[in-house]
């Protein structure tokens, strides 16, 4: 008697651990699929949460997106384990074209890198242009915090240092290579007061995060060498057949149209704007 | 320290108010983790037995090997598995990247040898007179061997208990094989890493909780079930 | 039941046993003393089949006619018949019942089971209503053991098997299972084959005693017991009157335990005692004895005869060489005397049942 109550109970824990690998997921069965890769940046802003939606009622598509460094987006494309690309390292995007991964690039939007750090600036950086500014910082050998993992931001950072005529602080001790996303990399400078670049739009984020009185602030932007350009590139059919190449030209026709762009122009956060929309 | 008490509230709050995001990455945990469970100790439990109760040629190095698995970090696993189920790679066509029983599989491999480790270990502690006495009253060798695992099973629910225990608290393999895509693949655990990486850390601290109430929950029935039996 | 021809069984460099012929017939109880590691458990675990030989036959005889090798299949069969019991208490991970009904189960008897059960614990002295239910891990090793003998117990063995069962057991379990294996003796003729350092008990229970050295039978060692009463006498020694006015003389035990000297039992090997047709003249034993031989017994695994000699009141046991026995002629009924040195004797303490 006792045996079967233990046999039942036994039973019915299994059960129900069956049952729940089994829930069907809250999915829409019905509706078409598109993967994508996208920077952790661009993901952090929240921007395709607030699209996904709307291109989702406009044309039917669930977009579903993984958030990687730059390089890893690109590996993706490249294995085919995705079907369309967001990302902001133009000089890489147009190799990867050339190399046939990408095709039919598209830009779509753009804003800015900015230099910040702690409100005192100890390395005097302030309104300087980037150059002066750089210059400052390895004399004084100020804190720095790099991405240091081979993103659109980081080789945008290793090209700031070279034009400025010096050479990447790779083995200095105040030079911090963080090897992860934005945000987390902003998180390091803040704990260790030091100066980094990051796109605009994950600094109004971090701005959000900290209620509008974040510990590291604006100090150096504006510089035409600190633009930065997203596009959104179609993993090349001819490299990956099993790629969904119809659905990611419908995105892509989607994001450059007129409404998609006035969306993108319409995304604030603390009453600012964080993308510029420039598909021609 | 103020973002650890906050987080305890804001557990409570997303609990209460049922936020979506929250309760999707809590099924999703529990779906994957229960796929895993289910399909390692189907595989190990066996494995695991015959590893511990049976002599043979190699039976000490293949021990050694197990055993080594056990160190095996998430984030390799997620690697190995992401070389075979890559579009490119040999079992690509099944399309299990960036899903659920894609998460399933890899984090299977993972606690695998845990499994059989420990299963291990709990038959080959079985006294020597176990066998004699099973023997001497009358069972027979498939007899035995059945006695045997159901002497075992207190070795073999710890087992279970620590597979659940890690599979749970896992990263490296549910955000490699994953990719942490919301209302999908994101789980309890993947989306701990993402709050913390953007700096919400109450939040990480929040989520951490209601993974500690799920893994107390199940281990408190577990409890339940040994002291019925 | 058994017959065994040159049973060998090695272990490193040495024999573990030697035994180049024993028989064990059916319905009789035999013991097995010898010191530890004497192979007297791993003869007992051959015989259960559940150790292998290295070299020789072992053949059992069930119930039917024939003689026939254990073949991996009769050997299932076998065991039904056979069962043994281990030295220390090992109960399986389960309730009292269930470990009591394994045996049966195992064998498909489903019905009844409780009922037989039941038997099963009363015969142990256990009560069933309080104990049935308990775990293996709420039970003394005395009770543990009990429980473990009821195990076999309901088998209703053909041979039971048991290596030191009152050893790691407390004195009232140890005094319940004597008794218990004293009574199924006696009510089913179960063939009985125990190791155990309590000599007194297995010479109130068994048949024969087989004494066992370094993996091989010295003869059906047999030992002498003096019950006593011990008095010390004027020289130190100390003296058992006999009642026809002999006395038995013995050195004093090394070590002694003051208030148990009157539960001091002497202990004489049989080996040790010379046997002679006329009274010797010039020797330095304490102890001449003048007796009647009653019964001579010759045995097949052996070039040694066991005799029982009358003196006074006492059954003496005597071994000596077959050859010894001819050359003094010896035939029952003859009257003769037993030689023995007052430093031959060993001493138990029955109380505690400490050997010496």
Known sequence: MKKLRCSVFSLTLAACFALCALIPMAGNAGDQLLRMATTTSTDNTG?????????????????????????????????????????????????YVGSGYGAKRTEIMYNDFVFIGPKNDPAGIRGKSVNQALNSIARDKALFASRGDDSGTHKLEIQLWESS???????????????????????????????????????????????????????????????????????????????????????????????????????????????????? | MDYIAEGFITALKLLARGDPETYSAFFTTLRVSSISILASMVMGIPLGFALGYYSFPGKRQIRAVVDTLLALPTVVVGLFVYALVTRRGPLGILGLLFTIPGIAVAQTILILPIVISLTATAVSNLDVRFRRTVSTLGAGSKRTALTAIYESRFGVLAAAVTAYGRVIGEVGVSMMIGGNIKWHTRT???????????????????LGLVLLLLAFVVNWILQIVRRVR | MYEIQNLKRRYGDGFTLDIPSLAIEKGKAYGFVGPNGSGKSTLLRILASLDEPDGGRVLFHAETAQPREPSR??????????????????????????????????????????????????????????????????????????????????????????????????????????????????????????????????????????????????????????????????????????????????????????????????????????????????????????????????????????????????????????????????????????????????WQWVEIGIGE
């Not at chain 3, 220390?88 to 009844?112: D, H, M, Q, T, W």
Request: with cysteine; charged share 20%; aromatic share 6%.
């Open chain 2, 188 to 206: 309890i655990t993947t989306a701990i890493a993402l709050e913390t990486g953007k700096g919400q850390f109450a939040m990480g601290i929040a």
């Open chain 1, 47 to 95: 921007l395709l949460d607030y699209l996904a939606p709307a291109f989702q009622r406009d044309t039917g598509i669930e977009l579903q997106w993984v958030a990687v460094g730059t390089g890893k987006a690109l590996a993706l494309g490249q294995n085919c384990d995705v079907d369309v690309l967001m990302v902001h390292a133009p000089e890489a995007e147009l190799a």
């Open chain 3, 73 to 346: 299949q009769s050997k299932q069969q076998d065991r039904a018949l056979v069962t043994m019991l281990l030295q220390e208490p090992y109960l399986l991970k389960r309730s009292v019942f269930e470990n009591i009904a394994y045996g049966l189960r195992v064998r498909g008897i489903r019905r009844s089971l409780r009922s037989r059960v039941h038997e099963a614990l009363m015969m142990v002295g256990l009560e069933p209503h309080t104990f049935s239910h308990r775990k293996w891990s709420e039970l003394s090793g005395g009770e543990a053991q009990r429980v473990a003998l009821a195990a076999r117990l309901i088998l209703t063995p053909e041979v039971l098997i048991l290596d030191e069962p009152t050893a790691s057991v407390d004195r009232v379990s140890a005094q319940l299972i004597r008794e218990t294996i004293r009574t199924i003796r006696h009510a089913h003729n179960t063939t009985l084959l125990i190791a155990s350092h309590d000599t007194t008990w297995l010479h109130g229970v068994c048949d024969e005693i087989l004494k066992m050295q370094e993996g091989r039978i010295v003869g059906s060692g047999e030992e002498n017991i003096f019950t006593g009463p011990w008095l010390p006498a004027p020289d130190g020694l100390w003296e058992m009157n006999l009642s026809d006015g002999q006395r038995i003389r013995a050195l004093p035990p090394s070590e002694m335990i003051p208030h148990l000297t009157e539960n001091a039992v002497a202990l004489l090997d049989s080996t040790s005692i010379i046997v002679t047709t006329e009274r010797p003249d010039h020797v330095s034993a304490q102890n001449i004895l003048s007796g009647m031989l009653a019964h001579l017994y010759t045995f097949k695994h052996s070039e040694r005869v066991k005799l029982d000699i009358q003196v006074a009141e006492l059954p003496m046991t005597c071994n000596i060489t077959r050859a010894a026995a001819r050359s003094l002629g010896l035939l029952p009924g003859l009257d003769v005397w037993v030689v023995f040195k007052a430093s031959s004797l060993s």
């Open chain 1, 165 to 280: 005529g010096l050479v990447v602080p790779d083995r200095e001790s105040w030079y911090i290579q963080t090897g992860q996303g934005m945000l987390p990399t902003i998180t390091i400078a803040e704990e260790r007061n030091a100066y980094t670049i990051t796109d605009r739009g994950t600094y109004i984020k971090y701005e959000d995060n900290k209620k509008g009185n974040p510990p590291l602030i604006i100090l150096v932007e504006g510089d035409d060498s600190l633009k930065n350009q997203y596009s959104v590139i179609a993993v090349n059919p001819e490299n990956c057949p099993s790629a969904d190449y119809e659905n990611a030209l419908k995105f892509i026709d989607w994001i450059r149209a007129e409404r998609a762009q006035k969306l993108i122009g319409d995304f604030t956060m603390l009453g600012k704007q964080l993308f510029m929309p420039n598909a021609r």
